[in-house]
């Protein structure tokens, strides 16, 4: 009964988000406006950043990296083919998707922790390849000037920030809708159980390792998509868009959404990089000192950060000495991400 | 005469590779913090980079041309930088052991905070670093100039190398770090709190990129993206080293030196992808390796 009653709720709290979401553009102004595009293509990243963490057990500080390399893929590639945008939208998803296919030899047989390190390793990489490639990235400085596209053939091109706009959100709700629809497949299924129990997907004879380099590849791809984006709202990109404080931005606003939740992930993602948007422009000298002691509020604020919560929610029949549960690192599982 | 010109192929690339010794034993100062971090505490310290930016903002500011103020910015770094990760270790406290997800975003957020402070209390221009005057001149290595300040600097940081690796093979804390590294449950069983040694380890991490980052001043100077830039190169040096031993570490930084530096000159038109490549050439020799021996540490 209070299950249903939750769905419901959250449901409609859903559809009301998406009809703000629809009539934005009218309400608000154009810098606004264009300031909610490229919050919404961070969201997507934010997704597969859920993807990867939540879903698939691997948490990730590394999906700036296929971000980036769909963003650049659009600009330098994309726009030289066609100014069709699902046309530069294929190239910069395929872009992600192949950056994400390489380094699955690097990330997939890690667990826990040390693929979090090996992701932002892998990152911040691409951010230092980006800033010395200058033939082809433009350095530090970025790419600017990049040609407005057109959504479809025979459409107009996008002009205007509201139509920016409409194109990021159309895009972003397909693909969002597509990620939740490939969840509920069996997929998405084998993909939660072998985060939950790996060593008895792997008895019963699934492949894990096959699964999770789909999911990261998959996950690339749509980071990629979001990258595109990105170009189209901004029509300008530099490797500081896609920095080491961006992924972490990502993974707190997952995090806050409830990991494994996509449209948790999406609002979290979004609020998070509100917020610093907001900060940035408030208190231009000291916005990363609020963002940080944010950070370090918000870690003790979430209910699976801190060991209280933990003492709380543990039967009161048990032993006072029972022990904790091993590390994460003592199984191939990430546990800490089930409480 | 004769040796001179049997030296010239070699010639051009013996500074960089020179320069590629010093930078590599400064990374593995920094990076040694990380994987004591890492290993010993299992935490992934994203805030490493600014315990290093403290350090060099430390000389930057007391560094006069004199030794006693060398001695001075070591003495003061190497305290504020193992106050700082001890400041770390009481942050991380409350938080969930083994809940690695919040523990990388609280010690982002202190990293950001902390970067802050840094660029508020010492301006957001890099500074200046002065070294001691009679190290400031340059020193006659096989006919080519070099700057004595580094010569010195490989000297003093092969002698950390050294003690760290005496500490740890020799000495009671040492031999609690390796124990901890392979089963931490059993020195908790043995009565060592393991919160004593998460604050040790943060602290120890915080000495040794303190020192890294006032010695270190001159070659990776202190500014806005220090910290971004040290946390990086220990992070590969983790991933290539792992965290079996501290010779593996030793040879990755080193490595990571000398592309860095010789890797540049000899293929400029490579060099930035240089580091992935290095990432790539490890994996594929040790293949499966990385990820089963970090599963058994």
Redesign the interface.
């Known amino acids: 009964m209070r299950d249903e009653v939750i769905r419901r709720g959250r449901g409609a709290v859903g559809a009301l988000v998406l009809a703000g979401l629809v009539v934005a553009p009218w309400v608000v102004d154009d810098y606004t406006a264009a300031i909610l595009a490229r919050t919404l293509a961070l969201a997507l990243v934010g997704v597969s950043v859920a993807l990867l963490t939540g879903v698939a057990g691997m948490p990730t500080l590394g999906q700036t990296a296929p971000y980036a390399a769909g963003a650049y893929a659009c600009a330098v590639l994309g726009s030289q083919i066609s100014d069709v945008g699902v046309v530069q939208l294929a190239v910069a998803a395929v872009a992600g998707a192949v950056l994400a296919a390489l380094t699955v030899p690097l990330v997939v047989p890690a667990r826990g922790v040390i693929v979090l390190m090996i992701t932002l390793a892998i990152g911040e990489l691409v951010v230092t390849v980006l800033g010395r490639w200058r033939s082809v990235t433009g350095g530090t400085d970025g790419l600017a000037g990049i040609a407005p596209v057109r959504p479809f053939w025979g459409l107009p091109v996008l002009a205007t920030d509201q139509a920016r706009y409409l194109y990021t959100l159309i895009v972003v709700a397909t693909l969002v809708g597509a990620v939740l629809l490939l969840l509920r497949t069996r997929a998405g299924l084998l993909l939660r159980a072998g985060r939950d129990d790996e060593t008895r997907l792997r008895a019963s004879g699934h492949r894990v390792p096959l699964q999770l380099s789909g999911a990261h590849v998959a996950a690339g791809a749509i980071a990629g998509a979001a990258g595109s984006l990105l170009v189209v709202a901004q029509q300008y990109i530099s490797p500081a868009d896609f920095g080491f404080d961006t992924s972490a931005l990502l993974l707190l606003g997952v995090v806050i959404g409830g990991t494994a939740s996509v449209g948790g992930a999406l609002v979290g993602a979004a609020l998070v990089i509100a917020v610093r948007d907001w900060l940035f422009g408030v208190l231009p000298g000291h916005a990363p000192l609020v963002l940080g002691a944010l950070f370090v509020a918000t870690v003790y604020l979430l209910p699976t950060g801190v060991n209280r919560a933990r003492g709380r929610l543990r039967p009161p029949s048990a032993p006072a000495s029972q022990p904790d549960p091993p590390p994460a690192r003592d199984h191939a599982t990430v546990p800490e991400l089930r409480a | 005469m004769v040796v001179a010109a049997g030296t010239n192929r070699i010639d051009p690339y013996l500074i960089p590779a020179l320069d590629g010794v010093a930078y590599g034993l400064l990374v593995f100062v920094a990076a040694s913090g990380l994987v004591f971090c890492?290993g010993v505490a299992?935490i992934?310290n994203?805030a490493h980079g600014l315990l290093y930016a403290i350090g060099g903002y430390t000389a930057a500011a007391l560094l006069d041309g004199g030794w006693p103020s060398l001695a001075l910015a070591l003495a003061v770094g190497v305290l504020a930088a193992a106050a700082a990760g001890v400041l770390l270790a009481g942050?991380l406290t409350?938080?969930?052991?083994?809940?690695?997800?919040?523990q990388?975003?609280?010690t982002?957020?202190?990293?950001?905070?902390?970067?802050?402070?840094l660029v508020?209390g010492f301006g957001p221009d890099d500074p200046q670093v002065q070294v001691p005057a009679a190290l400031d001149g340059s020193v006659v290595v096989a006919g080519h100039r070099y700057a004595a300040y580094r010569l010195v600097f490989i000297v003093v940081a092969a002698v950390i190398a050294a003690a760290l690796y005496l500490m740890v093979r020799r000495t009671r804390a040492g031999m609690l770090v390796r124990a901890a590294v392979d089963d931490?449950?059993m020195v908790a069983c043995l009565g060592v709190s393991p919160a004593r040694i998460r604050a040790g380890v943060l602290a120890a991490a915080g000495a040794l990129a303190g020192a890294a980052g006032v010695l270190g001043a001159p070659i990776i100077g202190p500014g806005t993206d220090t910290a971004?830039t040290v946390?990086?190169l220990s992070?590969?040096v983790?991933?290539l080293g792992g965290l079996g031993s501290m010779a593996g570490t030793l040879l990755a930084a080193l490595a990571i030196g000398e592309i860095q530096t010789l890797g540049v000159a000899l293929l400029p038109s490579a060099?930035?992808?240089l580091?992935?490549a290095a990432?790539a050439v490890v994996?594929a020799v040790r293949a499966?390796g990385?990820?089963t021996r970090?599963?058994a540490t």
Do not use: C, K
């Open positions: 890492f299992n992934l994203l942050l409350p938080v969930a052991a083994g809940n690695h997800l919040t990388a975003l609280l982002f957020g202190v990293a950001l905070a902390g970067g802050s402070l508020a931490a449950e971004d946390l990086l992070l590969v983790v991933v060099a930035p992808f580091l992935f990432m994996l499966r990385l990820a970090w599963g």
